[in-house]
């Protein structure tokens, strides 16, 4: 919130005198570092033609304690003073000496983009390219040499050398891509592309090489064969997942790649993978006549909880009407053995039947005879969001804050009731009495105290209130918990002053 409030005040009262000055001691000494990465971006953008700003940003970028503001305040140099003489020695000092790899890459894309005409600039992309220790700083120059000196006669020969085997996964993967989409008409890049994806030994690199074959040579009459072939071949499923993909999407008028898709789904073993093939179905062939069936299926009886619960939304949103969409959602919320799935068939029914008493009194007694605190939490958020039957069932918020075993739950609900029905009859006295008669028994000084959170409710939203004073002064004397105690005792002192 505080860096939203420097961002605001940057916007609001740029001319009022004192804007600049409160920035700029944001900007250099405020505790948190969000706070000063704002400010550094306010005062670059804002107020850029001040004599101090320069001054003030370059310190930034060389002494800054965090990597983000360093990073900020030198990316603001690049871009608002770039025809500074000492901004590029500046900017090439960083990249050497800074000590985070993500200030490090970013100043290389800074001088790539920048100060591309500089003839010193080439020159150092390539050393960047070739002997820099830091993956990440050579990722980023293999990209911004590929891009902005593709014509130079050294730069293939470069990027082919960092996707050698023995160079890093990341680098190698950047290389693959580069090659792909900037050399795609040179002859010897198809074949390259071939050799990844059938034997490399890197993951990251065959998926790569799957992804740039499948989207550049589409037509060529090898590459749909071999993809096919290296879903047998990668026993990673990362590899495969890719595959599933790119041949749905990309040859979905084939006429072998429904059976092809529902096959995988059959006879994939990885969860990922199946899911994968599942959503492409999905997208791609949702009124054949097999893909409904084969959702239930999957939304109940997969051995997944993740493909249950992602299939089960898709059920949720795609055959909201069918018949059976709802008693799987409620049998789902009900028994799967998995919280996250029931949490989100909690969700789907909320979202999906929100108009219908029947369900709305169905989840009320889900929330009751659920074990899971999980499941209990997710009701109650959604029988506050914009019900028809949301008045009524104010009775029962304020039964489960006064009868829940749980202390959270307790607590979780008195705070959607404030926050939701303040003005509502009655709502007062209810807090009120939470604040005198909860239950609460603290075992661990990390739990909050239910009585103590009501009544900061009823201070927060209710300030002027006289029945304030005299709950202050029974807590203060009466309440069993030492902390709720001297809360009360403060305000209490607050309040007589």
């Known amino acids: 919130m505080r860096h939203a409030a420097v961002r605001a005040i940057a916007r609001s009262w740029k001319d009022d005198p004192d804007t600049l000055p409160l920035l700029q001691q944001k900007a250099q000494s405020d505790k948190y570092w969000q706070v000063r990465h704002a400010a550094v971006r306010a005062i670059a953008r804002s107020w850029k033609d001040d004599s101090d700003t320069l001054p003030l940003l370059q310190q930034k970028a060389q002494s800054d304690d965090n990597s983000d503001v360093r990073r900020a305040a030198l990316q603001e140099i690049a871009r608002g003073w770039k025809d500074e003489p000492e901004i590029l020695p500046l900017l090439k ?32 992309l390539k050393q960047w390219v070739q002997f820099d220790e830091d993956w990440a700083v050579q990722r980023a120059a293999v990209r911004e040499l590929a891009e902005g000196w593709k014509d130079d006669p050294e730069t293939l020969t470069l990027i082919k050398q960092r996707a050698q085997p023995d160079k890093d996964r990341d680098v190698r993967q950047a290389a693959v891509e580069e090659i792909a989409r900037g050399w795609k008409d040179d002859p010897g890049t198809l074949p390259l592309l071939q050799q990844w994806v059938k034997s490399d030994e890197d993951s990251n ?20 064969l071999l993809l096919k072939q290296s879903i047998q071949l990668n026993e990673h499923w990362f590899v495969r997942e890719a595959v599933v993909e790119e041949i749905a999407r990309g040859w979905k008028d084939g006429p072998d790649t429904l059976p092809w898709l529902k096959q995988h789904i059959q006879l994939n073993e990885h969860w990922f ?48 009407d069918d018949p059976d969409t709802l008693l799987i959602l409620q049998q789902r919320a009900q028994s799967d053995d998995n919280k996250l799935v029931r949490r989100a068939a909690v969700e789907e029914l909320a979202k999906g039947w929100k108009d219908s008493p029947e369900i709305v ?21 959604e029988l506050t969001k914009d019900w028809i039957e949301t008045r009524q069932a104010i009775p029962w918020f304020k ?42 028994e603290r075992q661990s000084k990390w739990e909050d105290n239910p009585r103590q959170i009501a009544l900061e409710l009823i201070i927060k939203q209710y300030p002027n209130h006289p029945d304030i004073l005299p709950l202050l002064e029974d807590r203060a004397e009466n309440d069993s918990d030492e902390r709720m105690r001297k809360f009360a005792k403060k305000n209490l002192e607050l309040r007589k002053k």
């Open 93 to 124: 000092q960083r990249a050497q000496s800074d000590d985070n790899s993500d200030v490090r890459q970013s100043v290389v894309q800074e001088i790539a983009r920048g100060w591309k005409d500089e003839p010193d600039t080439l020159p150092l």
């Open 205 to 224: 690199v065959r998926q790569a090489a799957v992804r740039e074959l499948a989207e550049g040579w589409k037509d060529d009459p090898d590459t749909l």
């Open 273 to 320: 993978v199946r899911g994968t093939a599942i959503k492409e179905l999905i997208k791609g062939w949702k009124n054949d006549p097999d893909t409904l069936p084969l959702v239930k299926f999957h939304a109940q009886y997969d051995n997944n909880w993740a493909v249950r619960g992602a299939v089960m939304a898709a059920l949720a949103k795609g055959w909201k």
């Open 361 to 381: 009194h169905w989840l009320k007694n889900l929330a009751v005879t659920d074990n899971s605190l999980d499941i209990e939490e997710v009701t109650i958020e």
């Open 399 to 440: 039964s489960l804050a006064q009868l829940d075993g749980d202390w959270f739950m307790r607590l979780f609900i008195m705070e959607h009731l404030a926050q939701n029905w303040k003005n509502e009859p009655g709502m007062l006295e209810f807090l009120s009495d939470r604040v005198l008669n909860d239950p609460f």
